[in-house]
């Protein structure tokens, strides 16, 4: 047996490889880089230099860090590339379930009249509008083929509530159907609530099903946004949403926003709006440029700068309802801290490379056409036809899930192949958009120096990492409990015993 | 207040695809032209005019350096494309590319002498 | 308290080979007696010592008994019925289990292919391979001991118990046959599940209820093999743990910390939850100052107060991210009072004590107090306590 003469200090340390990763420019003369599994570090320009040059010493402070971290090796690299390896899988596990999200939109009509609607609505009655018992059974079937353990389920429209007969027979057909197959199902109805009875409601508690509803902000601003003959869409909501709450349980029903040139004013006061109903996420999106919001002009005013304003100013009142004791997080920022703190998948459709449209999740409209996505179902409103999977009646699901369509449309959307994206050092965190880019410059992979999905997200990616850099131990302990879903543990001292 | 800027390039100090990245990055911005000076095959002048408000005085310097950190990515990139393959074929390979011992190796033979008693 | 494990005494001369048995103070029926080694207090008027695995006593034993027996043992006050013990041909006598111990373990071998700089159970070099009979005997003897006194835990230890081979599968699957309500935490470092098969092997058993407890002492390579003096054990251990990880055996890593460890427990436990989460548990575990860590003990040991805030950060950075972190072998006036809800009593039974000014403590009930080795080194660790008032 060797003897103890551990105390010595090690031997100098061979030549290291780099492992892969990208770069960054930061303020200050700082770089900031990511590794291909989302671990970043942060260096000052001439370490930087050093460490890219291969002369950066194992002495010199961040040497270590970058080793530990897995910047790069200087023993046995297949330990690290192993590493790596497992890492990387964990990190694209989002694929092995494929579609587990299948949105039904079984109704176009809807009494809203919301300018920024994806949805062509349909004020006028009769079921033309509406999906067929064939359609929804069609339907089932190919969302069953799916390989997916957890399924969810969500009812979509125009206003689905419209037609709650099809909701319940859609919900028992699946449950009677998973009797024997033994998923993991979830249902959500998205909703603006008007509809709602006690009828409605009694079925939704003993299917346990959630609400998912629109709160654009404060009355005033939210009537505006989203009107109805009567003009009264908020108070609905928040009258509908205490009954909903009462009789479901306080957490049954989420809600989300949609920013407009008017929200753009009021982060504050949308926020607190949130709070004050009782909410404790709220998910600030962008308008999308699809469906009428084109049509009434609304996303061309729209300016991805005066967005990031917004929501610079949305997440600054979060945290400050935060430090004041009131829980709330803010969602799309959630998943973006989750990738750039844990080491797990996160399962946003629109944040993946490969894209979730189609593979992650999918529609099927009405009359039985299916697409990637509500972006792409909307285009074919528009008469655009080009990220239409099929059909329920007419395609299997080979032709479908396995077609050319969604291919091309999944090959476009892998990062690490896409010009402007295949060299970002926020490659790990973001997602490509091939629907939005093909709607908004022409093609899927799109322009990345005047993408407006691009700007958004190296805007709030940015933003993410100032604050984590900040030194404000709370802000970092915040968002670190939201990219986990864990409370942070409170630092107090225990009471004696 | 000038409305176009030409920068002159090397080629043979600076390589086709880092020059193509420094560009592409700058047409957010601007309209960037390219054309090779007729006088000398290793020079190409590139061209940039604002597409909207005014040009960026500092549009010349920002390409400058915008080109070395695409020299240094692309030569990141040639380093490590090696492991980067390795690491996306680990991850989904059925046993283990690096060692095949990790997956079948034989631990009552102990092929390596992990179990060598110290 | 701190108890004996171990006596010596006269061994029969038919004593040739191993013995195992449960000790029974009283006759037993005939059909246990194979399982039995029936202790004699003295002037016990017991003539029917036929069929017992063994015979114990501090007085005299009739020649003309059959049974193997030790005479004249120097103590035996420290053993209690159900306890299962091992007379040996040279005369000893060791514990191997005693029911009313929460900390039980078979000790399955005394190689180790590492060499703890801090390790408390020295290996040694002998081939001690055929004593696969004795482990499978006493998981036998134990199943088939009283129902109140089979053990909610046991532990397989060493040495390294994959230096086994096969034969540590088999005694965890007969663990699985036998004493199917006891869970199972394996002691190892890891090593040998670099081979793949092996952690498939093991997952294969399906053994309901088992834990491999494996030290990490660093996020660097150069820093773990230096503690455990084997080039190439640290990424042979997180290869082994990825086999584990992958094949889902319920891990748990283990961070002794000394001198040499507490400066990058940080980033090591950053390491630990980017490349480890899947960890059952986590242990930050004091230094126990026997063994080897004796001979270093200047280079080792560190005073728990000195190293508070990393301790704190660590734990909590840990906790913060869902991981089950607990903190064993630190009395808790030693750390901040914010650590107290992680903190175990840890220490087995038989080496665990607490000093005088303990008794004072309000908190001693839920302290887990001093190793016996550290309270016989007091002077030389300046262990100080600072008992915590009402």
Redesign the interface.
């Known amino acids: 047996m060797a003897s103890a003469n551990f105390a010595e200090p090690p031997a100098p340390a061979p030549a290291y490889r780099l492992l892969p990763f990208r770069f960054e420019r930061w303020k200050k003369r700082e770089v900031l880089l990511v590794n291909d599994v989302g671990d970043s570090a942060f260096l000052d320009a001439p370490t930087f230099y050093a460490l890219v040059g291969h002369c950066l010493s194992v002495a010199s402070p961040g040497y270590l860090e970058l080793k530990s971290k897995l910047f790069l090796t200087d023993g046995d690299p297949t330990v690290a590339i192993d590493l790596l390896a497992t890492r990387y899988r964990t990190n694209k596990s989002f694929l092995s379930g494929f579609t587990g999200l299948h949105l039904f939109v079984i109704t176009l009509r809807c009494d809203h009249s919301c300018p920024y609607c994806q949805v062509s609505r349909v004020k006028d009655g009769g079921s033309r509008w509406d999906m067929s018992p064939e359609t929804a059974e069609r339907a089932i079937d190919l969302m069953f083929r799916s390989p997916s353990p957890t399924l969810k389920v969500e009812f979509q429209g125009g206003e689905p509530l419209l037609r709650f007969d099809l909701i319940r027979s859609i919900v028992e057909r699946i449950l009677e159907r998973n009797r024997t197959e033994g998923r993991q199902i979830e249902f959500v109805i998205a909703t603006n609530l008007a509809p709602l009875d006690d009828e409605m409601l009694a079925y939704l508690k003993d299917r346990s099903i959630l609400l998912s509803t629109s709160l654009d902000g404060p009355a005033p601003l939210h009537d505006a946004n989203r009107p109805r003959p009567g003009r009264d869409s908020h108070a609905l909501v928040e009258k509908n949403l205490a009954r909903a709450r009462e009789a479901l349980g306080h957490d049954r029903i989420s809600a989300l926003m949609t920013t407009t040139e008017r929200s753009l004013a009021q982060p504050r006061e949308i926020v607190d709006e949130y709070v004050r109903l009782g909410f404790d996420s709220i998910f600030l999106r962008s308008i999308s440029p699809y469906g009428f919001a084109v049509r009434t002009g609304a996303a061309a005013r729209y300016q991805t700068s005066h967005f990031l304003d917004f929501y610079r100013a949305a997440l600054d009142r979060i945290i400050e309802w935060n430090r004041r004791g009131t829980p709330i997080r803010e969602v799309y920022s959630q998943i973006l801290l989750s990738k750039i703190l844990t080491p797990f998948a996160t399962h946003y459709v629109d944040l993946q490379s490969p894209g979730g449209a189609g593979i992650g999740a999918v529609v099927y409209n009405y009359e039985g056409d299916v697409y990637a996505s509500d972006e792409a179902r909307m285009l074919a409103e528009m008469g655009d036809f080009t990220f239409r999977l099929g059909n329920v009646h007419r395609n299997t699901y080979e032709e479908i899930f396995g077609g050319e369509t969604l291919r091309s449309l999944v090959a476009s959307s892998v990062l690490e192949g896409l010009p402007g994206c295949n060299r970002c050092a926020f490659l790990p965190f973001c997602g490509g958009d091939p629907i939005f880019h093909h709607r908004t410059q022409g093609d899927p992979i799109g322009h990345r120096p005047t993408s407006a999905f691009c700007a958004k997200n190296m805007g709030i990616l940015r933003h993410l990492f100032e604050r984590l850099r900040s030194g404000d131990r709370f802000v970092v302990d915040l968002f670190t409990s939201w990219a986990t879903g864990v409370p942070a543990p409170r630092c107090e001292e225990e009471a004696p015993v | 207040m000038t409305d176009e800027v030409a920068v002159t390039v090397d080629t043979t100090l600076h390589s086709r695809r880092a020059i193509f990245e420094a560009c592409y990055k700058l047409t957010g911005q601007n309209f960037v032209t390219l054309t090779r000076d007729p006088g000398n095959p290793n020079l190409v002048v590139i061209g940039f005019r604002a597409r909207k408000d005014a040009l960026d005085p500092s549009i010349a310097g920002i390409f400058a350096n915008e080109l070395i950190d695409q020299e240094i990515r692309g030569a990141l990139d040639r380093e490590m494309a090696p492991i980067r393959e390795l690491i996306v074929a680990q991850a989904f390979a059925e046993g283990n590319l690096l060692d095949s011992l990790r997956e079948d190796g034989d631990y009552s033979e102990d092929p390596l002498g992990i179990g060598q008693l110290r | 308290m701190s108890l004996r494990l171990q006596t010596q005494g006269h061994p029969s001369p038919n004593l040739r080979a191993n013995v195992l048995g449960r000790i029974s103070l009283v006759p037993t029926g005939r059909e246990a007696r194979g399982d039995t080694v029936r202790l004699l207090r003295g002037g016990d008027p017991d003539a029917d010592l036929d069929d017992y695995a063994g015979i114990l006593t501090e007085a005299e034993v009739p020649e003309s008994t059959p049974a193997p027996w030790i005479s004249h043992a120097r103590c035996l006050d420290h053993l209690s019925a159900g306890d299962v013990v091992l007379l040996q041909p040279t005369g000893g006598v060791r514990t191997l289990f005693r029911p009313a111990s929460p900390h039980n373990s078979i000790f399955t071998t005394d190689?180790?292919?590492?060499?703890c700089?801090m390790c408390s159970q020295p290996?040694r070099?002998i081939d001690d391979s055929e004593r696969i009979v004795e482990h499978l005997r006493l998981i036998e003897l134990i199943a088939r001991g009283a129902p109140s006194d089979i053990p909610r835990e046991l532990g397989i230890t060493g040495g390294?118990p994959?230096?086994l081979?096969?034969d540590l599968l088999r005694i965890i699957e007969r663990c699985r046959d036998l004493l199917p309500e006891t869970a199972l935490h394996i002691l190892s470092n890891g090593?040998?599940f670099?081979?793949?098969?092996?952690a498939r092997r093991l997952a294969e058993i399906e053994h309901p209820d088992l834990m491999i407890g494996v030290p990490l002492y660093s996020?660097?390579?150069?820093?773990h093999d230096?503690?455990v003096?084997?080039p190439?054990a640290?990424?042979?251990t997180?290869?082994g743990l990825?086999?584990l990880g992958r094949f889902e055996v319920p891990v748990e890593i283990r961070v002794v910390l000394h001198r040499?460890t507490i400066e990058?427990l940080e980033?090591t436990a950053?390491?630990i939850?980017?490349?480890l989460?899947f960890a059952a548990h986590i242990a930050l575990m004091g230094l126990e100052p026997i063994g080897?860590a004796v001979?270093?003990l200047d280079?080792l040991w560190i005073d728990p107060r000195d190293y508070a805030e990393t301790l704190?950060a660590a734990t909590?950075y840990l906790?913060?991210?869902?991981l089950d972190v607990s903190i064993y072998n630190h009395p808790l006036c030693a750390v901040?009072?914010?650590l107290?809800?992680f903190c175990r009593r840890s220490i087995s039974d038989w080496k665990n004590e607490y000093l005088e000014d303990c008794s004072t403590c309000?908190?001693r009930a839920?302290c887990g107090g001093f190793f016996a080795s550290a309270v016989e080194r007091r002077g030389m660790l300046r262990l100080k306590v600072t008992p915590?008032g009402?």
């Open positions: 190689r180790c292919n590492s060499y700089v290996p070099t390294e994959t230096l081979g096969n090593r040998l670099y081979y793949g098969s092996f996020d660097l390579d150069v820093e230096r503690v003096q084997a190439g640290f990424g042979q997180l290869i990825q086999n040499m990058r980033p950053a390491f939850y980017r490349n989460p080897l001979k270093n280079s704190e909590f906790a913060a991210r869902g901040p009072r914010s107290w809800r309000s908190v839920r915590i009402l």
